[in-house]
């Protein structure tokens, strides 16, 4: 009684108040585990919503969620502003995941995505590289995208294709130009969005080692001398003598007989 008149009054802690704060409990409705905390750390089956089994293996993530299964409590969180602004208090975001009431099984549909004529690690030493994919859904989804990116764990991604046909045979998506893509480790991975705001996504890891193209050398134009002709002598033409004019004799005088 002591203890519940601390933490009523709020005193400061002592020996004869050695808490501030009590919980009480009915005697058939103890405490849960630390394993229900409020956060709960879950693994999920990112297409049906529902935990990951061994029968739901394929696309698996772990995330955070709201350990709250109560139906009213999850309306009042979801519906009131009130429950809303206690969620965002806890540092929860919009939209909120709930811990999934139930394991995902074999009777949960799920789709199939697979790389067709790749396998994981394989070395590519060719360019383009043409990629063939098996997509196949059993329900309504919005689209799919397959995408790339440098390493084993990209930062960024750089899409290659966006479509949406899916098929019961491998498909061809697009020829990969690998010029520009520096050698090493890429992954490549293929992203399925449904109409439930859930996905699957199918990785794969490379090793990019294509040659590098050697640029065909520029022929060097050689230049031509110009020839310079040097010019002969001139001959310096001979002097012709100047002959003296030809006198023409006048006639003499005929005398009168």
Known sequence: MGMIWCAISGTEPSEFCP????????????????EEDLWKKVRIDTWTGLLASSACADFVEEKFALNVTDKSAVRWILETSEGQRWAEQMGFQQPIFFTPERECTVNDQRPLILFAGLSENQTITRSPLEIYALIKVPEAYEDYRLEYGIGDEPAEWKELYRGGPQSDQPQFLTDWDLSEVPQGRVTLRIVLNSRRDTYAIRTIHLNIQVPTSTPTPTPTVTVTPTVTVTPTSTLTPSVTPTLPPTVTPTPSETPTP
């Open 19 to 34: 808490l501030q704060r009590n919980e009480i409990f009915a005697y058939d409705q103890p405490p849960l585990p630390k």
